[in-house]
Each structure stands twice: as structure tokens, then as C-alpha cells.
């Protein structure tokens, strides 16, 4: 059985594609199944509440060890439905389609799973790697304006601690941040960078994860004059 999940705003965007996907699972004899939150979108649904509210929908519909749970949307919803796959049956397949340009570059890519707590953020996870990431920077058009820029704070992140090449384009660069060439590009060269540090330390606790880390979090609390 496979089980697809996404965030209430992607229904406008992707709503035709998934119910075609649907009609063709069903068509070949393929269990599939879609969930949606209407009522919370990005970090309002990285909560234990939505965790075991969609983990107790995904165990009412019927699922087994060789279920597959499928997310469609940004970093949050890869959050949520990569935390659900990893502790259901202690485990089930997880396939992420990143529709944001965060998403692309880290959380989809990273193998963190988790939500928040009320103490604090990605208090409550595990590691868990996706048997599939499909990542189509085409996709990236469908957005607002504002969420590319926002994207592009973890490729200038990792461009900082990683790779100087990068950083020298995307300083030079003085394109639009829509030129479909330019997203592949970055994309791709920021999850080759992000798996090389998966490679050599899961958790990221290695100095270019702490690295990251600090630039991440300084970068975040800058406000512009």
C-alpha cells in the first residue's frame, strides 16, 4: 500500500496530477491513499498532535512493512511524513518530492526526521533515509516569490563552508532567481555538497555540520536595516 501525503496549498498546484496518479494505482491494482491537513502548513505542522493524528489516519486505513509513504510539499511536510514512515512498524518505505527550493536542498535531502516540542524545535525525531528522493527544479516555478529567496539562504550556507566556487557564481550571478538553468544548477550542486557531509557524519555533528549550523542560525536572526 502506498500512502501520499501533502500540505492543504499544494491542492491548487497538484491537485490534478495526484488524482491521476490515484486513478492509475487503482487501475493497476495498487492500494494508494491521499492525506492532507487543511487546518496547519509548515512549521504549524510539525507538531505531536499532527504526527499522531496522520499516524493514527495512515494505521486506520490499513498499512504493512511493505507500505510506502510519500510526501509531496516543502521541508515540513518531509518532516512529518519522514518521522511518521520511520517509526510505523518500526519502518516503512519513504519517498520525498520536494516542491520547495528549502526542501530540495536540505530537508529532503537530509536524513532528519523529526517535529517540534514545546521546548523547542526538532526536539522529537530520528534518522531515517528515503528509499527515493525525486527532485524537479521545474517545479520551483509554481512558487511565491518570496520562498526562493528563502531557499537560497541554505545554498549560500553551504557555498560558505563548503565549496568557493559556488559561492564566487552566486555572487557574480545577477540573473532572476526563476531561470530555470540556474535553479538546476545550484540545486544540484548544493545536494551533492549536502551528501557529502551525510557521507562522512550522519547526524552532522561534524565541523562543517556545526559550521553550517552557525552560519544557519546567524543568517536567520540578521535583520536588514
Known sequence: AIRLAHAAPLGA??????QSVLAMATRRGVPLFMFCDPDADGEDAKTLEVYA????RVLTVGIDKLSILISLGGGAVANVCGFIAS???????LIHFPTTLLAQCDAAISHKQAVNAPHGKNLVGSYYAPIRIVVDPDVLQTLDDWLLPDGMGEIVKHALCQDSTLL??????DGPLTDPAFLERVVRRTI????QVI??????RSLVGVE????GVAAEDYQVP
Open 13 to 18: 498546484a497538484y491537485g490534478g496530477a495526484t
Open 53 to 56: 493524528e496522520l499516524a493514527d
Open 87 to 93: 517509526t510505523l512498524h518500526r519502518g516503512i518505505g
Open 168 to 173: 564566487k557564481m552566486l555572487d557574480e550571478y
Open 192 to 195: 551533492e555538497l549536502k551528501c
Open 199 to 204: 557521507d562522512i557524519d550522519l547526524g552532522q
Open 212 to 215: 553550517q549550523r552557525r552560519v
